[in-house]
């Protein structure tokens, strides 16, 4: 069986075929629920991909807490770069004075719809006032700890060194090894 990772992001499903050269890419635009738990958000992604095309999937979905916001905007991130943009996110954490973060990306996997394996990769951080032209939605504001730049300041290189999909995509890879 192909197996196929449901992303229209060429940067993803490049960074993707370093763990998995075999993947294919399959730009399928999948309705996607809104809710807090990304497990649930990813078993409803699962379902519809099995409508269009036979395989195994890998689908993901990202997520950016803070914590002076018990964890929003979480799953519902696409939905607060749509309305107010990194500059918005950056003024609610400064005013409400606790810049803390978490980006996490949670991978399903899965050869049938009901067989859905989950995978996290995460890393902790700070939100900052947006800097860098590299990478992509949050990457300006998301400064993770250790380092002193952000995201979009980092080479592909170092983005992919410890990212967040770096660290799914590796466990995922070690059941497949195993199973």
Sequence with gaps: MTLYFITGNKGKFEDSKKIFPEIKQLDVDLPEIQDIDSKEIIKEKVKEAFEHVEGEFIVEDTSLSFDCLNGLPGPLIKWFMKTIDNEGLYNIVE????????????????RSKDGIHYFEGSIKGKIVSPRGEH???????????????TLAEMT??????????????????KFLDEN
Excluded: H, Q, V
Aim: glycine fraction near 10%.
């Design 95 to 110: 005013k409400l004075g606790k810049n803390n973060a978490e980006a996490k990306i949670t991978l399903g996997y899965a």
């Design 135 to 149: 990478g992509f939605g949050w990457d300006p504001i998301f400064e993770p700890e250790g380092f002193t730049k």
């Design 156 to 173: 592909r290189e170092e983005k992919n060194s410890m990212s967040m999909r770096k660290i799914a995509m590796e466990k995922l890879k």
